[in-house]
């Protein structure tokens, strides 16, 4: 099936996982949040120790939009304050893509996510495995990239610090 | 190395203004070496892991106590054993998954091998090669088992120590904190995942953390914002005879009396907001499912071990060290094996609340790192512990540091500091 997708479907994919990473890089949630189809979407952040194991838990468990909204505001208004800032980059590139029929993609892409506190150095948050559901929306010439899920599955067993930002 | 005890003998005050622990203890190698000694390999019992974990013949995971490494297994006729994870030749580590099921531990360096019992069963070139080599006559296999440690399990939780002399379990925790093991695991559970978070701090600014009800609603804003606990709620701070272990505990309602008795109450609290509204509320909407409707209970156990019912969010969380500045926390949650499926959405939803991003539970890794960089410097300055009066023991409110003195007192006793500690 992977011969299936056409160049400028696979171009808004690409500007999607553009979107999302330039998002989280810049640390602007309502970005990140409208990287996710507006009426129903799930974003799921779990590790992979859990995952292996057939274990649902979640490091971050958004099963709604509201919650992916919610979760910005988690961020940008409950925990203002609360965490030391950081800043992040993100690195992916596509392992695997396939169509799933109704304008829907499932993609698995490898990810690194870098992070560099205040004050401090630059050091590997985690890298991972992004296992997505994306759909072409609109048509013609105006149509985008959006994910109805995104499933980050990140490699660290211990997480080497508190979790903020979404991965 | 059998450190000099001097670091120790200055004494810890107790004054009516205030309980006083000097920073050094979070930053001390001494102290660190001591605690392995006389807490995590002395007179405790340390959590190394529930039953469920293990479910069948054969399985095993590795963990910690402090930081010996140990493995926790299931032997082939059910029972569960703990042992040092070591190789009895030279010391190799035995055992390097997490978790496995296994016929027997094979060291990988001269492949000598275990069975689940920790019996040493087979030593490949025993008898030598051709005739030349092997093992002296007085060689004797069967002085060469595994470091077995002691077992206890209640209620599916298994508790290990390297202690021969003490006391059993359930006299170790005390009636009150056996009757909440029992209320948590009153039938069996179903394990939901872990959540493995390194921590750049002290073990005991944790300890501290999780015997603080007081830092509840300050520092965890989307408790007092979405009114999961509120400082104006009913509850109690329970302390076992010992003041080892400690159980927070506050019941259903968690609505003001009066919204100005709130607002007096939070009137100085950075962005505190009863304004606020999820678009998904569904994450704080539970099911009631303890008789006695408590919301919040937290029972934190000597040395390792917190134990967690927040609405329906229900984990273990173990702690394991890992240097002066560094631990580890390991978060197990779980629901029962009989939940029905809007019960584990239930619970999946609610596990956002806690872990390594949990929505009042990330703050706790930070509160512990900023004192931790902070106080390094500073040895012999004190912290102060005062709220609630400057004394451990229960009390019928949640407003206390007393849990906390509680462990500083035990802390003290078991590193054998030598003051009194006791006003
Ligand atoms: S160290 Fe284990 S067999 Fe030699
Ligand atoms: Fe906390």
């Not at chain 1, 009426?39 to 979640?58: Q, T, V």
């Not at chain 2, 000597?302 to 927040?310: A, D, S, T, Y």
Request: with cysteine; glycine share 8%; charged share 20%.
């Amino acid at each position: 099936m992977s011969q299936t997708i056409t160049a400028a479907h696979s171009a808004a994919i690409d500007a999607l996982h553009t979107a999302y990473l330039a998002a989280l890089d810049k640390g602007d949630m309502a970005a990140w949040a409208s990287t996710f189809a507006a009426d129903n979407a799930r974003y799921f952040c779990i590790s992979a120790e859990n995952d292996h194991r057939g274990l649902p838990l979640a490091l971050m468990y958004d099963d709604c939009r509201g919650r992916i909204d919610d979760r910005v505001s988690f961020v940008t208004k409950v925990w203002v304050g609360t965490y030391e800032p950081y800043r992040t980059r993100h690195f992916i590139q596509r392992l695997s893509c396939e169509a799933a029929g109704n304008n829907q993609y499932r993609l698995t892409s490898g990810f690194t996510i870098m992070m560099s506190a205040e004050g401090g150095t630059t050091a590997v948050l985690t890298s991972g495995e992004y296992r997505d559901l994306i759909e072409i929306q609109g048509d013609g010439d105006k149509f985008r990239a959006v994910f109805r899920e995104r499933r980050a599955v990140y490699d660290a067993d211990v997480l080497p610090r508190y979790i903020v930002f979404p991965f | 190395m059998n450190a000099p005890m001097t670091p120790f003998a200055k004494p810890w005050i107790a004054n009516p203004d205030g309980y006083r622990v000097p920073y050094e203890v979070f930053t001390d190698q001494v102290y660190y070496d001591q605690e392995q000694e006389h807490i995590f390999r002395g007179e405790t019992w340390s959590f190394v892991g529930l039953d469920a974990e293990l479910p069948n013949n054969g399985d095993f995971k590795s963990t910690a106590i402090g930081d010996t490494p140990v493995i926790v297994t299931r032997d082939q006729n059910g029972q569960l054993h703990v042992f040092k994870n070591l190789c009895m030749h030279r010391g190799a580590l035995l055992v390097r998954e997490s978790r496995g099921n296994a016929k027997s531990f094979d060291c990988v360096y001269h492949q000598w091998s275990f069975d689940l019992t920790g019996v040493l069963r087979g030593v490949p070139m025993r008898r030598g090669v051709r005739g030349e080599g092997g093992m002296p006559p007085a060689f004797d296999m069967a002085n060469f088992g595994l470091d077995a440690l002691r077992v206890e399990v209640m209620n599916g939780l298994i508790f290990a120590s390297f202690s021969k002399t003490v006391e059993p379990l359930a006299d170790y925790l005390g009636e009150g904190i056996v009757a909440n093991i029992q209320r948590i695991f009153n039938r069996p559970i179903r394990i939901m995942g872990d959540y493995r978070q390194y921590i750049h701090g002290n073990w005991k600014l944790y300890a501290e953390n999780v015997r603080d009800p007081y830092h509840g609603s300050l520092l965890h804003l989307f408790h007092s914002t979405f009114g999961l606990y509120r400082a104006t709620q009913k509850g109690f701070t329970y302390m076992d005879p010992s003041n080892r272990h400690s159980l927070l505990k506050a019941t259903a309602s968690a609505a003001p009396t009066s919204a100005s008795e709130d607002q007096e109450v939070y009137k100085d609290v950075r962005s505190y907001n009863t304004e606020f509204h999820l678009k998904d509320a569904s994450i704080l909407v539970g099911r009631p499912e303890f008789d006695d409707r408590a919301s919040l209970v937290i029972n934190a156990i000597f040395p390792n071990l917190l134990i967690q019912q927040i609405a329906n969010c229900l984990a273990v969380r173990q702690s394991v060290t890992h240097a002066s500045n560094a631990f580890e926390i390991v978060w197990t949650l779980f629901g029962y094996a009989d939940d029905d499926e809007e019960m584990q959405m239930i619970r999946m939803k609610q596990s956002n609340l806690v872990g390594p991003a949990g929505l009042i539970s990330m703050e706790d890794g930070e509160a512990i790192e900023i004192v931790q960089d902070a106080v390094i410097r500073d040895g012999k300055k004190t912290s102060v512990l005062a709220m609630g009066g400057v004394h451990s023991g229960s009390v019928d409110h949640m407003i206390t540091e007393g849990p906390i003195i509680g462990f500083w007192e035990n802390y003290a006793r078991y590193l054998n500091l030598g003051a009194d500690l006791k006003k």
